[in-house]
């Protein structure tokens, strides 16, 4: 197995950030007094969780904007040499299946190393990989992974990028979704995103069986990072991946008509009833191909998904979103698209979430935000499954959240309106800020969303 130094990358990571700073063609005026080491400090301590130290903050003209996110970005990169102890080599054909490890966090499973391939199939475009994440299912951890590995290589969607990684440990530990597990998946966006060679606006996830479950609770935890997410033989209740989510992403979930261990068929024509209404409902979004095959059981054709998948591509500044904030493993999202979560509505039971409505026209940002409390019905005992669920509306408690803006969201030289739940909470000019960045830069990681302008506002409260 190969092994991945520090050493190595840390000099591919540092020539990635020269490189991005002299392409920024930075004026040396402007430069004088911006101290990227500063920032990079500032980034570092936050990835470690820990406080994080001041840096010089400063107003930006539009015309600076571009320099800045460049500068942030390249300090960024310098902050993850540092804290990334594993990060990605530089792949090779797919079909010399180097293998690869990554460390889980210490003590958060039995074994903390996960195996992956990671490999290319066919000639990098001028913009970048499309990167696939493949989830292999749930038998025999070795077997499932060279069956996955085999599988990769043959769909028919080069030019790719592929990681496809093992399941650390078996029995209940079995999980994509574990919260030992996002740790990797965070760690492999940030890295596809510093590397330069992945498109940051064509990321899939996808998996067949247990790679189906997890994946299609990612599609809708991290919805905006992916231009599109496949499960394959699989299904979800939609507690656990509202599709709500999902507005600006290519979704597709396939399945054998006779497929009906934990019931598996019906979760995907649920799935696909549910798109169709949301989609209904807003005819531009939710893009979906879900079916089940004919005479089909568990082993279904797996080919549809990712041939469909690479046609589509993110859009990272959309005008309307829906992003239901659910726990995955008791892990919640910092923020969605340029909302944050400053501080949580108050939630009173489990099974009730916030739901945030977005919609972004001529300089208004109209956001609907109320609390929703899920009850099931239709229960399986022989699985111990609930198949539907029905969704109580409740009005919020207090909390605030901040919007990031930039000029593709708005106009930033004119005055912006914010509105929560039909009441008007801000208007005014917003200013460009070096801080904005950097905040923005931390919570997202995302070099698409450097946002240089925001605004915080309290959620009103609402009569019960």
Not at 332 to 345: A, D, K, M, S
Request: net charge neutral; aromatic share 14%; with cysteine.
């Amino acid at each position: 197995m190969k092994l991945i130094y520090l050493s190595t990358r840390y000099l591919f990571i540092r020539a990635i950030s020269l490189a991005l700073l002299l392409s920024a063609s930075l004026c040396a005026a402007w430069a004088a007094d911006f101290d990227k080491k500063d920032i990079a400090a500032h980034l570092l301590a936050r990835l470690q969780d820990i406080d994080a130290p001041r840096f010089a903050d400063r107003k930006l003209a539009a015309d600076d904007v571009a320099s800045a996110q460049q500068v942030v970005w390249a300090a960024f990169a310098d902050a993850c040499a540092e804290y990334d102890f594993d990060c990605l080599p530089m792949p090779d054909s797919l079909a010399a299946a180097h293998q690869y490890a990554w460390q889980l966090p210490d003590g958060s499973e039995p074994s903390t190393n996960m195996p992956f391939y990671f490999g290319t199939k066919g000639s990098k475009p001028d913009v970048g990989y499309p990167l696939f994440l493949y989830m292999h299912g749930s038998g025999e951890k070795s077997r499932e992974w060279s069956v996955g590995l085999g599988w990769c290589k043959y769909f028919n969607d080069s030019p790719s990028l592929y990681f496809i990684p093992q399941i650390p440990n078996m029995g209940r530990y079995y999980r994509w979704w574990h919260r030992s597990k996002q740790v990797v998946w965070q760690r492999l966006l940030r890295q596809a995103f510093i590397s330069g060679i992945v498109d940051p606006n064509r990321i899939y996830f996808f998996g067949i069986s247990e790679g189906a479950y997890g994946s299609q609770r990612m599609a809708s935890f991290y919805a905006d990072y992916l231009a599109g997410a496949g499960p394959i033989a699989g299904g979800e209740p939609l507690i656990n991946a509202p599709v709500e989510n999902l507005a600006n992403i290519a979704f597709t979930l396939t399945s054998g008509e006779n497929d009906t261990q934990f019931c598996r068929h019906i979760y995907t024509d649920i799935t696909r009833q549910a798109l169709d209404s949301m989609q209904t409902i807003h005819p531009s979004q939710y893009k979906h191909n879900v079916f089940l095959q004919p005479g089909r059981d568990h082993h279904c054709d797996y080919t549809y998904t990712t041939p469909w998948l690479a046609k589509h591509v993110r859009n990272p500044y959309p005008k309307h979103f829906i992003w239901e904030d659910f726990p995955m493993d008791t892990v919640y999202r910092r923020g969605f698209y340029n909302l944050q979560v400053i501080e949580r509505p108050e939630i009173t039971t489990d099974s009730t979430r916030t739901v945030y409505e977005y919609t972004a026209a001529d300089n208004v940002i109209d956001i609907k935000v109320h609390n929703v409390r899920y009850f099931g019905y239709d229960f399986v005992p022989m699985w111990e499954l609930i198949l539907h669920f029905g969704k109580e509306i409740q009005p919020t408690s207090e909390g605030k959240i901040r919007i990031y803006l930039n000029d593709q969201i708005a106009d930033l030289n004119r005055p912006v309106t914010i509105k929560i739940n039909g009441k008007k909470v801000f208007r005014g000019k917003v200013k460009r800020r070096l801080s904005n960045i950097v905040e923005s830069c931390a919570i997202y990681q995302d070099p698409t969303r450097l946002f240089p302008a925001s605004v915080t506002v309290k959620i009103p409260a609402q009569k019960h």
